[in-house]
């Protein structure tokens, strides 16, 4: 059995689908549903069972350790604006220490999402070098809460017994109930066909002008392709970026986007919030080189046919889930 947590998320729900085109189907989703529509998700899966998040722990405490195959752990609290410090330790660090103890004191695969938030303004670089880790500077407490995580597993040699990715800007199908937290791709869809133009930030950095800062895109097909391979090896333990390795500027994704609904491309560009300039990025891109060196080859799509794919086979149909 797969234990998969975040089940009915974002890329966690991606993952279910792509799990079970290669054909499992004995998966114990854990998430916590409340009164969100992430349930619609999970619709059109197939899994095994079902635990919230609250009460797994006492599921797994059950589970005879010969029933588990591996827990791939992408649940957490993805709010970079959480400002309740000791649940983002409990929801991140806590539980994720938690799961990951079982799984090495059992001999089971641990797979869990990192974030790219752990790299903070991005002043020493995106380098997934190990040594460096131990200097990021994270800007916000969700970010801190994955860092420690990460920091804990590096400072007790646990790195060598799971596999941990450093998520960038994923974006595409089943991000629908994230609210002020799903990407700008989809914001931005419902912008441009609302009202006709797209709205994004001036540049305060003399280097960039508007909309001309970049980011690192990754659809979240791609980032699943990343996710099954790992699965399949084992062997390629430590922690990971997991981005494009190629920043896009925003121009470049409102261009796609409009190109992808047939419109031409009408951009406003609005004043930027004072209280985030300070600690806005400017540039993120993904050092993809130690998963390459790990022997993932498969490319991934460049920006324009993600977003195109994006568009034209959910955002713009009724029953979009993936």
């Keep these: 059995m797969i234990v998969l947590t975040g089940g009915a998320g974002f890329i966690g729900s991606v993952l279910l689908k792509r799990l079970n085109d290669a054909g499992h189907r004995d998966i114990l989703v854990v998430d916590s549903l409340k009164t969100s529509d992430k349930w619609r998700n999970l619709v059109g899966k197939v899994f095994s069972d079902y635990s919230d998040k609250e009460t797994f722990p006492a599921v797994l405490a059950e589970l005879a350790p010969e029933e588990v195959d591996a827990i791939i752990h992408l649940g957490a609290c993805t709010s970079t604006t959480e400002r309740d410090a000791d649940y983002l330790m409990r929801n991140n660090y806590q539980y994720s220490k938690a799961l990951a103890v079982w799984c090495f004191e059992n001999d089971k695969q641990f797979i ?10 991005g002043a020493l670089g995106f380098s997934d070098d190990h040594e460096k880790m131990f200097a990021l500077r994270p ?16 400072e007790n040699g646990f790195d060598r017994l799971c596999t941990g990715f450093k998520f960038f800007n994923v974006f595409g199908p089943n991000e629908y109930h994230k609210g002020p937290m799903a990407s700008l791709v989809y914001k931005a869809f419902h912008q441009i066909r609302d009202t006709g133009k797209m709205k994004l930030f001036k540049s305060y950095h003399p280097s960039y002008k508007d909309g001309a800062s970049v980011r690192d895109f990754l659809y979240v097909k791609d980032c699943v392709d990343v996710l099954m391979w790992s ?25 796609s986007l409009f190109a992808a609904m047939g419109r031409e491309a009408n951009i406003e560009y609005i004043e930027m919030p004072e209280e985030i300039r300070p600690a806005y990025q400017y540039f993120t891109e993904a050092d993809m080189s130690k998963l390459r060196g790990e022997g993932y080859t498969k490319e991934f799509d460049v920006l324009e046919d993600s977003v ?3 568009v034209n086979s959910y955002l713009s149909k009724e029953n979009n889930y993936q």
């Design 112 to 121: 869990y999402a990192s974030s790219a938030a752990t790299y903070g303004d």
């Design 139 to 154: 800007m916000n407490m969700y970010g801190y809460s994955k860092h420690l995580f990460d920091l804990w597993l590096l």
């Design 231 to 255: 699965i399949e090896h084992r062997e390629a333990n430590g922690i990971y970026n997991l981005g494009s390795g190629k920043a896009r500027s925003w121009n470049d994704l409102a261009k």
């Design 308 to 310: 195109a794919d994006y």
